[in-house]
């Protein structure tokens, strides 16, 4: 790539492709320049340092979740949205393993804007279960922590029984689900 057509979001582009092939730790600002056919000090002027670019990396993963999750609960409501959202969230997590692990968990100012989009498409999905306020954020939180967990452990290979592992995910689907029922 010719030096003058560098920007922040191609050295976010090559740093997603190093990641997605040799995984985050390979994320260095000398593979980024070798990647842009750069000296490194030329990405200085496009990402303060190794940091910085890794949360621009986090912020183009979370990005692309979003817009997953978005895609997922589009026209659904209820069940069928919680559903759709854990099967598009596993998906992404299944199909970029490396950019999944990329995401950075805590929370950044940097990434603030589209951390808020993503729990707001989770909020939304929740609407249908008459939680509000606190009770909410609370169902957000464990939904997270369930659509999460599956995916890091599943990424890792963790789960070495013999069950389809799409078996086990319908079933974590169906409790996250049966949990935010009313009881009768």
Same mark, same amino acid.
């Given at each position: 790539m010719a030096r003058a057509a560098l920007s922040r979001d191609a050295v976010v582009d090559h740093a997603l492709r190093i990641v997605d092939e040799e995984g985050p730790d390979a994320l260095t600002l000398s593979a980024v320049a070798g990647r842009a056919g750069v000296a490194t000090p030329s990405l200085y002027k496009h990402v303060r340092n190794l940091a910085e670019l890794r949360v621009l990396v986090s912020g183009r993963v979370m990005e692309e979740l979003t817009h997953v999750a978005s895609? *997922?609960? /589009?026209?659904?409501? $209820?069940? %069928?949205?919680?559903? +759709?959202?854990?099967?598009?969230?596993?998906?992404? =997590? #299944?199909?970029?393993?490396?950019?999944?692990?990329?995401?950075?968990?805590?929370?950044?100012?940097?990434?603030?804007?589209?951390?808020?989009?993503?729990?707001?498409?989770?909020? *939304?999905? /929740?609407?249908?279960? $008459?939680? %509000?306020?606190?009770? +909410?954020?609370?169902?957000?939180?464990?939904?997270? =922590? #369930?659509m999460h967990g599956f995916a890091v452990l599943e990424a890792a290979g963790a789960f070495q029984l013999a069950e389809d592992l799409d078996e086990t995910h319908a079933l974590l689907a169906h409790m996250v689900i049966s949990g935010l029922h009313p009881p009768r």
């Open positions: 895609e *997922a609960v /589009l026209g659904r409501s $209820g069940d %069928e949205a919680l559903r +759709a959202l854990m099967d598009g969230w596993r998906s992404y =997590a #299944a199909g970029h393993p490396h950019r999944y692990s990329a995401l950075i968990q805590a929370p950044r100012q940097e990434t603030a804007e589209v951390g808020n989009r993503l729990v707001g498409i989770m909020l *939304a999905a /929740l609407r249908a279960y $008459g939680l %509000e306020g606190s009770a +909410a954020i609370h169902a957000v939180r464990c939904l997270r =922590a #369930a």
